[in-house]
């Protein structure tokens, strides 16, 4: 009796797991075997990897994702240690996490306006003397506003890191007579490593599949992962490549995942 | 000396954090048609926003998908975080586990395009009921993640008492175990809401044509250029996500308290 409740219970979520997790990743592999005329074949993935077009734009797609963590990590550990070391930090943790309550696209939209040609960007350009550029649809815009997104994950996890370290470590070091840099060196970033592989994780993945920054800002000029994705599947109604694409995409995402460690992320999830 | 360098730092920081949000409320009260020079004081684009039907039905559509969507996710999510607790096998609890963070860590984009997938060949007609299930889809595992930390913080010697007391799994269920994981239930349903209404993406391939979310309609818009109106709508949004974390906040404080002052009754 006991028994039969308990499959019950778990029947819906179970549903769910086979047809919202299981099936659909099969499905996406399955998927790229298929050509336009839905025939079987491996062209889809022989095309991808003799094509020059394709290769060019994942290394260009790994390597955006690559200078925007960069970027995200260089303002974010800072950011989060020195918070650490404020009086109110739960309030201004607080202040970090309220911009990710506010929608993508909203945040998208405002640096139209910033980076336009009147806009405040370029007033501030013709202020200090060099006059008003080309902001909009460069590859530095994109780069700029994917970091601007992506700063609250990393430090979220940089933080908790920092907020788990045992102060008797840091205290020893000094006894020790280190430096505050040997200190920051040998012992307060080792440790807090995790945070920022937990940071990479949480940031990486998300920028090699960002699309509507792409259009919305970088003007088409850098086609991610993502944006190749969007268009095989919404625009040109190549199911079978936009899949295969997919595929790669998740072969990245898995080495990430393995790179950085299996970690638990401490922070949340961009969206 | 070291000290203000900090502050100066963080400062910068959270300007530029904060500056995009600022700029885009101030415009929507400025008389101007663009983000480029403040023209005076005007409600008007709010009056727009509230007049545009057009808009309203969208913002009404995105609200029923985020509300229904989060209450059945939580429903569905407290099952499963049930009966993942009450799995005895490690090795079945690791890969359930596992199974559950898939959707956590995949991108949107990935999620999307299967998702159009599947519903294509069940032959599923794109629209309200597809993006409705698979918010649902993506909002499941956050409300497991959620509600197992207050399982595991249940002693079992509470359930045996119950149950040694003649509770039924029924009464167990209820008057036991929902009551102590509550906090973690109402947590996970504020994220799931927001995760709701943040997404674009996972929408953005299943939402077929006709159905629209605020997400999708603002990038579509968006693309069109600047319109003061969007403005408005992300200065109304803004209050309402201040609301919401508010809300959330104040459910964790209250439960946080309800806590400490249990824990200062039993000693």
Known sequence: MTKRRTWTYFLPYGLWLALFVIAPVALIVYQSFFDLGHHFTFSNYSTYFQSATYLKMTANSVWYAFLITLFTGLISYPTAYFIHQLKHRQFWLLLVILPTWINILLKAYAFIGIFSQAGLANQFLTFIGIGPQQILFTNASFIFVATYIQIPFMILPIYNALDDLNPAFVNASRDLGASNWQTFRHVIFPLTLPGVKAGVQAVFIPSLSLFMLTRLIGGNKVITLGTAIEEHFLTTMNWGMGSTIGVVLIIAMIIVMLLTGDQKSKGGTPR | ?267
């Open chain 2, 1 to 267: 000396m070291k000290h203000k360098f900090a502050n100066v730092y963080l400062i910068l920081v959270f300007l530029i954090l904060y500056a995009p949000i600022i700029f885009l409320i101030a415009y929507s009260f400025s008389q101007g048609e663009t983000m480029t020079n403040f023209h005076g004081f005007t409600w008007r684009h709010y009056q727009t926003l509230f007049s545009d039907s057009r808009m309203l039905a969208i913002v009404a559509n995105t609200l029923l998908v985020a509300l229904l969507s989060a209450l059945i996710a939580t429903l569905i999510g407290t099952l499963g975080a049930l009966s993942i607790t009450r799995t005895t096998k490690r090795v079945t609890r690791e890969s359930l586990l596992a199974l559950n963070n898939v959707l956590m860590v995949s991108p949107d984009v990935i999620i999307g395009a299967s998702f159009l997938i599947f519903f294509t060949m069940l032959k599923i007609p794109l629209g309200f009921g597809t993006v409705l299930m698979s918010h649902i889809a993506f909002e499941i595992p956050i409300v497991v993640l959620m509600v197992l930390p207050r399982l595991r913080e249940m002693s079992a010697s509470l359930l045996d008492a119950a149950q040694d007391l003649g509770a039924t799994t029924r009464q167990l269920l209820t008057q036991v175990i929902i009551p102590f994981i509550s906090p973690g239930i109402f947590a996970g349903f504020f994220m799931a809401l927001t995760y709701s209404l943040d997404d674009f993406a996972v929408t953005f391939f299943v939402t077929g044509n006709g159905f629209s979310t605020l997400s999708v309609e603002i990038y579509s818009r968006a693309r069109q250029g600047i319109n003061l109106e969007i403005n408005a709508l992300s200065g109304v949004m803004f209050l309402f996500s201040l609301l919401l974390v508010g809300g959330y906040y104040w459910i964790q404080q209250a439960s946080h308290k309800r806590r400490q002052r249990k824990r200062e009754v039993a000693s």
